[in-house]
């Protein structure tokens, strides 16, 4: 239960100070909005302020929990002296009571899936990873972005599942700022008895979107981006139809966190947006048009919300969606407040086991090459991935990867500054002659594809052609390409440690393999000759340290 | 009240024809691929699977009648009988509207209950006809001086949840009627209603829907038009139709000016044809024969309201005659595109007559989806599948089709019985 409501608080707390800093700046640009937009708008812009402070916390070597607690409780108290003023009519009572329903279903749901065990998958944790790296070593990592500054807060108070319940707030900021803006539009074209059903329907349809329901309940930052948009494009309508230069300021500073609104992911956004399954953003605003659309007819609303709501209750989104499109997992209430989240996360986040061994088994500053997807919030170890340096190894040992034969191409003497040579297979190495003597490479030379002129047979030129710029003339009558094709040569020894040479030139101490590459088989035989000994072994995954 | 009592009279005629047909015809293949795949298995495959074949209110009307009537023909073709018989309620309501008693009024219901293209809907358990009555329903509404629009709408969205083909009709009236009255105001009144039951009731199963969902249609124009209007056996007629289609548009659209109900129409028929060619530009075929349903219809309603623009007065009489024609070509005892299924009732019939406890049947595949409904209805549910027959396969009994084929008798078989309707013969060992 501890670490569930470590989790609540470490996400509201900077929730709250998110919305006070925007209550101040709303105030400070004299913004006055309507009831039912003020607090989203808040959040919207109280985020990059706030993720512009915690950069500068963070810089300052200030990120920790007294400092972010006592920044909640700055703004909190400013906020209540200075808060900003609200115009327009109250929110209407029953489409207003009713979203207030909704939102209590699905948030309690979603609230358990945020607080409890935080399983958000790679590659969704860059930015908690970034966030993660700057807490642990602030000197080491690079500035985290302003996203990620965002974050440094949560994730100081209450780790990886109080970012969750944090990027859940601006779920519930969104849907309230879609009902608000819906409502708002729904005015200018229909009597407020129509218009007020508006602000029930967008908020439903926004808040049950089971696409958004999935980022938010992780520790992502889709949702921000999204909500940046919405605030921003709505800021900037009001620019324009008020002439309001302060609501064109505060609608770029919205849109400062505009960029994780673009997301690769796919998940099921609910049947009524299916279209939108790559493009979230878009979701917001095609609910606040059906909302506005569907307003006029009563039975036609009631129709839509319950066909969404039902549709979108993860139990039911689970039976009924296309089955390429992921849905939320929600989480019990014993799971959401288990004790032991190493546990659960070892069951449930797939590589988390994998991180924890790595921080168990090497020293603070290694470099692991892996395949694996690894969660990066959970490991301090710097990982990288295996596949640039999967050739290479390949290459080491396989004899069927192995360029072992040599082309020669004589021809007539040639003299020229540059020397085109097309390739008709990979070539890992090409030597110039004149006369029967070899050329000696220049440094002053300048070549296409360089792989096939660093006298390692390892790395290879996978281009159709090659080209060398000798800088001056230069008489070539031979050329010689080691590679796939011609006469067999010999395969010198030594060439996995020239492999593992190779990666530890780029700064690699370890190798993680899974079983199932073959790799470990092959590496556990003939450790010493690649220059490697085993340090551990955990769930089905290998690790080496290079000698 | 002379001409609504013949019109009367003629559709009640209609009404028992389908009724005969719908009882006494045997399954056809798409009927059976229907129940097989889309009214046998539970809800959630019926919501998580699709096909052009799924035509998802209808099928969903079917597993309720399925469930309540048991495995039958009739209770099959009960959605699609019940609303057949509304639309020839529809039909004559709609005439009374635009005509009053007067000879048109018997014209369009001639038209409308007897058209070739049309006449095999109204009973199949396909959702053709069910989804037209919808759009009639529609049509009957907005054809009137004080449209209610939202009852008009909500006929559209179940016309194409009813059938998805029934989208482009849906579209083009809404948009049709809209212009043809100049009120875009009113447009949303129109459109959304039905455009959110039709989403609410189809967007499931169209989930699933992939580009190679939607296959079934023509590839050539021409062939797509002599489906639409081509009279079988009557050669010259057929031909007049023909080129009397794009005349009667011409006409309608010319005439239309003056005429906000016959503008509706003519308007609603083009902007289908313009759907029809925007989606053979995205690749999509041209109707064929079924997927053409509401254009013949549209047409017809173009044609008659055109004829009650006519100077003539005898005019309604040429529209009639065709009538004739219409009544001379109606099949009885199978539908016209299915004629070679016809005896797959029988010749499960003819097998289980033989005595064999189990016996193993070999069938094209055109014929193995009636067969396997019919083996279901005929409670042999320990009957092994019917398969295809191959080299090599060796069955007790083989059915061969005559129609498309010159008979070839299966080696070491004799024939059992030959079917007088679908001319397919039961070779047995």
Redesign the interface.
């Known amino acids: 239960m501890r670490p569930f409501s470590a989790a609540l608080y470490g996400g509201i707390v900077p929730l709250i100070a998110v919305s006070c800093a925007g209550f101040l700046a709303l105030r400070a640009m004299r913004i006055v909005a309507r009831r039912g937009e003020t607090w989203p708008l808040a959040v919207a812009i109280g985020s990059p302020l706030c993720a512009l402070l915690y950069a500068v916390l963070h810089f300052a070597g200030a990120a920790r929990r007294g400092f972010f607690f006592a920044t909640a409780a700055v703004l909190l108290a400013a906020a209540i002296r200075w808060h900003p003023k609200r115009t327009g009519d109250p929110i209407p009572a029953w489409p207003g009571l009713a979203l207030a329903f909704v939102l209590a279903v699905f948030g309690t749901v979603y609230l358990l899936a945020a607080a409890g065990p935080d399983t958000t998958p790679p590659p969704f944790d860059a930015t908690l990873a970034q966030a993660a790296a700057a807490v642990r070593a602030p000197g080491g990592a690079g500035p985290p972005d302003l996203a990620a500054s965002l974050l440094l807060a949560p994730f100081v108070l209450g780790g990886p599942s109080a970012v969750a319940v944090f990027h859940l707030g601006f779920l519930f900021a969104l849907a309230l700022l879609c009902a608000a803006a819906a409502r708002r539009l729904a005015l200018v074209w229909m009597p407020a008895a129509h218009a007020n059903w508006s602000y029930f329907a967008a908020g439903t349809l926004v808040f049950a979107s089971p696409a958004l329901a999935l980022a938010a309940c992780d520790a992502r930052t889709e949702l921000i981006g999204i909500l940046a948009l919405t605030a921003g494009l709505f800021l900037a309508a009001l620019a324009v139809a008020d002439r309001k230069p302060a609501a064109a300021a505060a609608s770029a500073v919205a849109l400062a966190l505009v960029l994780p609104a673009w997301t690769q992911a796919a998940a099921f956004p609910g049947?009524?947006f299916?279209p939108f399954n790559h493009a979230w953003a878009a979701i917001p605003f095609a609910a606040i048009a059906a909302a506005v659309?569907?307003a006029?007819?009563r039975?036609?609303l009631i129709?839509?919300a319950a066909?969404h709501l039902v549709?979108s209750w993860p139990g039911t989104a689970r039976?009924?969606?296309?089955p390429r499109l992921a849905v939320l997992n929600p989480l019990t209430w014993q799971d959401a407040t288990t004790n032991d989240r190493d546990g659960f996360l070892n069951n449930h986040l797939p590589g988390y086991m994998h991180a924890r061994f790595l921080d168990e088994s090497t020293l603070p500053n290694s470099v692991i090459a892996t395949g694996i997807d690894i969660p990066r919030a959970w490991t301090s170890r710097k990982v990288t991935s295996l596949r640039a340096w999967d050739h290479i190894i390949r290459t080491a040992y396989d004899p069927a990867h192995r360029p072992d034969r040599i082309e020669i191409r004589r021809f007539s003497a040639r003299t020229g500054r540059h020397l085109p040579v097309p390739l008709r297979s990979p070539a890992a190495e090409i030597r110039l002659f004149y006369k029967g003597v070899e050329i000696a490479r220049n440094p002053q030379w300048r070549v296409r594809c360089p792989e096939a002129f660093d006298n390692s047979l390892l790395t290879a030129c996978l281009s159709e052609f090659a080209e060398i710029d000798f800088g001056a003339p230069v008489a070539v009558d031979e050329i010689r390409i080691q590679g796939v094709k011609g006469v067999s040569t010999g395969w010198p020894t030594g060439m996995r440690r020239a492999a593992i040479e190779e990666l530890k030139r780029a700064g690699i101490t370890h190798l993680l393999l899974v079983d199932s590459s073959g790799l470990p088989g092959e590496i556990s035989r003939n450790a010493r000759s690649w220059g490697v000994h085993e340090t551990g072994a955990r769930a089905g995954a290998h690790l080496y340290a290079l000698d | 009240m002379r001409w609504t009592r013949y019109s009367a009279a003629l559709l009640a005629a209609a009404g028992v024809y389908h009724l005969h047909r719908a009882w006494s015809a045997s399954i056809t293949t798409d009927e059976a691929f229907t129940a097989n795949s889309f009214v046998a298995p539970p809800w959630l495959d019926l919501l998580t699977h699709y096909d052009a074949n799924h035509h998802i209110l209808h099928s969903f009307l079917c597993k309720l009648s399925i469930t309540a009537f048991g495995w039958n023909e009739l209770a099959l073709r009960l959605p699609s009988l019940l609303g057949g018989f509304v639309l020839l309620y529809l039909a004559y309501r709609l005439a009374k509207r635009l005509f009053g008693d007067s000879p048109l009024h018997l014209v369009l219901c001639g038209w409308l209950a007897f058209h070739p293209a049309l006449l095999d809907w109204f009973s199949i358990a396909r959702g053709y006809g069910l989804a037209l009555t919808f759009m009639l329903a529609a049509v009957h509404e907005l054809a009137g001086p004080l449209p209610a629009l939202g009852r008009a709408s909500l006929w559209l969205g179940l016309s194409a949840a009813a059938n998805l083909v029934f989208a482009v009709p849906a579209a083009a009236l809404v948009i049709g009627w809209t212009a043809a009255r100049g009120a875009w105001r009113r447009l949303p009144d129109l459109a959304v209603p039905g455009a959110a039951v039709a989403v609410v009731i189809t967007i499931i199963p169209l989930s699933r829907a992939g580009g190679d969902s939607f296959y079934y249609g023509a590839d050539s124009l021409l062939s797509s038009f002599d489906s639409l209007f081509g009279l079988p056996g009557f050669d010259g007629l057929s031909a007049a139709l023909m080129i009397a289609a794009p005349a009667v548009l011409l006409a309608a659209l010319w005439y239309g000016r003056r005429d906000d109900t016959l503008r509706f129409f003519a308007w609603s028929l083009t902007l289908c044809i313009l759907a029809v060619a925007a989606m053979r530009i995205a690749g999509m075929p041209y109707p064929l024969g079924r997927t053409g349903v509401y254009l013949v219809t549209l047409w017809i309603l173009c044609l008659v309201q055109l004829a009650g623009r006519s100077p003539v007065h005898w005019t309604w009489a040429v529209a009639l005659a065709p009538v004739a024609a219409f009544l001379f070509v109606a099949p009885t005892g199978y539908y016209r595109p299915w004629q070679y299924d016809a005896g797959n009732r029988a010749v499960m019939e003819r097998i289980a007559a033989t005595g064999v406890a189990s016996p193993t049947i070999a069938a094209p595949g055109t014929l193995s989806q009636g067969l396997e409904f019919c083996r279901r209805k005929s409670g042999y549910n320990h009957w092994p599948p019917v398969v295809e027959p191959k080299e090599g396969v060796q069955t007790q009994f083989v059915i061969v089709r005559t129609d498309a084929s010159p008979l070839r008798t299966p080696s070491g078989m004799r024939p059992i019985w030959r079917d007088p309707v679908s001319g397919v013969v039961l070779f047995g060992r």
């Open positions: 049947f009524l299916l659309l569907v006029r007819y039975a036609i129709l839509i066909f549709t039976l009924l969606s296309p």
